[in-house]
């Protein structure tokens, strides 16, 4: 190292190894000495990884390792845009054990002092770009942060995403900024597209956690999800503003060509009935037609009569009814005329993404990769399904829908609130317990069923949800006819009505509550027993997947509205696309 403050007209000169001061060469002082220089700082590495041969043999050659360190000082380039920076190669060096190419010394980046980012990006990426670029600074006092940056419009696109991120003026990647930086480009580029953007975000550090991957490349900060919203938002509006005129590339009409045909010379256009699209695109399969079987009469799948493995309490059976015969209402239907029911309805269709809304509304079923996924075919598509993430959703739209107007399952014997509770906290982590202000399971167990007590009369007239003075579960509500819920989770499905539902809040009650039902009704397939048979262990899930395919699935594709951020968390996945097949294997 070597540096000169600008103070002394000096240059000192010092070497250092393991953090050390050591002499320039053997048998001189370690002490540094002025001498004659350049003003400013020069740093000097030699022999990186000298004493980790691992980490040196993971090293690339040098090319390829250059162009990597080129990369890092072209974007501090663009962020630093007040200092001047310049990378280059020298004529010989060695460096890694592995010796550089001969040739002169060239600089790859040369930027000056005193520029701006937008310089810099013309200067390092092209003009081309830069004239694309919109300048983009907001600042959000709620989340504590404050951005600002340069991002394309809809005129500019590139095959590969360029993306520049600072967190604290240090440079970073987040999967989840830049994914949804992606999506909102999709409704302004071409497919197979991507843009250019360069940010730079300052956020609370206290809030930032940079121990995330092993390099520090990745971090995550505290409300990222609300975070992305709001600067994907703030994007959205700056391209909505700029979006008023496009650039579009068309074909000339070339020398010596024949004129184009007028109206009357044109041949007459084929009708609808008579074009056929191209095989390629074709959809061989119609979403209304319905298989056979789905015709065909079977009882419900009946949950076996134990939880986990608790023998000391027995899990209540519910009473087998005649599925061949309609289910005839015991009450007239109810108008529902609560303001918060009605707010939460409408929250969730407003909440609705319109492309995987339609996915279901026209999907195929296909069958069951395992016990949680399956296969769905969409127009040309294949996608699999997350059946639990997509049935918790579903079913917590189909609380709020049958809101004082729910069947119910009625339990053969009644279930003691008390002991089930006790079951759910015995199957918690031992060391959950061993804190010293904890209460005890048995209080614990007592206030569960004292506030469903209280509760009870809400709960049977908006839920169906029956519990006796004496703290017996009587029955459940029906949210799907031809589904049965996995009666297991009934322990910590009560257990969990007492630390989170907000009881005390018209709204925020009736939507925790039905968020909780909406989780105990979600799928999961049935345990199998350590003492049950292999017949009973194969009807059962035999029944499971009957359920599904023919109860839940349809009723979906009538009812759900996927929410935006179902959309993008995984739930659905494409796995291919016939366009695409034909283009590897030239035929269906």
């Excluded at 956020?203 to 994907?232: G, W």
């Excluded at 209540?316 to 707010?343: G, I, M, N, Y």
């Excluded at 993008?568 to 696309?577: D, M, R, T």
Aim: glycine share 4%; aromatic share 8%.
């Amino acid at each position: 190292m070597a540096s000169d403050p600008g103070r002394s007209g000096q240059r000192i000169p010092a070497s250092y190894s393991d953090g050390h001061l050591v002499p320039p060469k053997p048998g001189a002082s370690a002490d540094p000495k002025p001498c004659a220089g350049n003003k400013g700082t020069q740093i000097t590495v030699e022999d990186l990884f000298y004493n980790v041969t691992t980490r040196r043999k993971a090293l690339k050659n040098a090319n390829e390792e250059y162009g990597k360190i080129m990369e890092v000082v072209t974007k501090y380039a663009i962020h630093n845009s007040s200092t001047a920076f310049n990378c280059k190669k020298v004529r010989t060096c060695k460096i890694w054990m592995s010796e550089l190419p001969q040739g002169a010394s060239t600089v790859d980046i040369n930027t000056p002092s005193g520029t701006t980012p937008l310089d810099n990006i013309r200067a390092l990426y092209g003009a081309p770009v830069a004239k694309e670029l919109l300048p983009v600074s907001f600042e959000n006092t709620r989340w504590q942060y404050k951005a600002s940056g340069h991002i394309s419009n809809a005129n500019y696109n590139t095959k590969k995403m360029v993306f520049l991120l600072f967190i604290n003026h240090r440079l970073v990647e987040s999967s989840s900024l830049k994914k949804g930086i992606e999506q909102l480009y999709a409704a302004y580029l071409p497919k197979g597209t991507h843009p250019f953007a360069y940010l730079s975000l300052e956020i609370s550090p206290e809030i930032v956690d940079v121990n995330v991957h092993p390099t520090k490349r990745e971090v995550h900060f505290l409300n990222e999800e609300k975070i992305v919203e709001t600067v994907c938002e703030a994007m959205q509006e700056k391209l909505a503003n700029a979006n008023q005129s496009r650039t579009y590339f068309t074909q000339t009409f070339l020398p010596g060509a024949s004129p184009p045909k007028t109206d009357a010379q044109a041949p007459p256009k084929k009708t609808a009935s008579s074009t056929r699209a191209p095989e390629h695109k074709l959809v061989r399969t119609d979403s209304r037609t319905r298989t056979l079987d789905a015709f065909m009469t079977a009882e419900a799948p009946i949950a076996r009569n134990r939880v986990a493995d608790n023998e000391d309490v027995e899990m209540v059976d519910v009473e087998k009814q005649d599925s061949s015969q309609k289910a005839k209402s015991r009450h007239p239907f109810v108008e529902v005329r609560l303001t918060s029911v009605l707010r939460l309805r409408e929250q969730a269709k407003l909440r609705g993404h319109k492309g995987m809304t339609d996915l279901f509304r026209n999907h195929i079923f296909v069958g069951f990769s395992d016990d949680r996924y399956a296969l769905v075919q969409f127009e040309t598509k294949l996608y699999l399904v997350d059946c639990q993430d997509i049935s918790r959703e579903f079913f917590y739209q189909m609380a709020l829908g049958g809101f004082s107007n729910f069947g119910c399952i009625n339990l053969s014997i009644p279930g003691s609130i008390h002991e089930l509770v006790i079951v759910a906290l015995d199957a918690e982590d031992p060391e959950y317990w061993d804190k010293e202000d904890m209460m005890s399971k048995e209080k614990i167990a007592e206030s569960v069923v004292d506030l469903l007590v209280s509760r009870r009369v809400m709960l049977e007239e908006y839920f169906s949800f029956k519990v006796s003075e004496e703290g017996d579960l009587l029955a459940l509500p029906v949210l799907l006819k031809g589904y049965m819920p996995n009666v297991s989770k009934l322990p910590r499905f009560l257990l969990r009505l007492k630390s989170e539902v907000s009881w005390e809040t018209e709204q925020q009650c009736f939507e925790t509550f039905c968020r909780e039902l909406a989780e105990f009704y979600a799928v999961e397939a049935p345990i199998a027993l350590p003492d049950a048979a292999d017949e009973s262990i194969d009807e059962e899930m035999a029944g499971y997947f009957r359920s599904l395919e023919h109860a839940l699935f349809p009723a979906m594709k009538a009812h759900l509205v996927v929410p935006e951020k179902m959309a993008a968390s995984g739930a659905v996945l494409q796995l291919a696309n016939l366009p695409d097949l034909y283009r590897v294997f030239e035929r269906c």
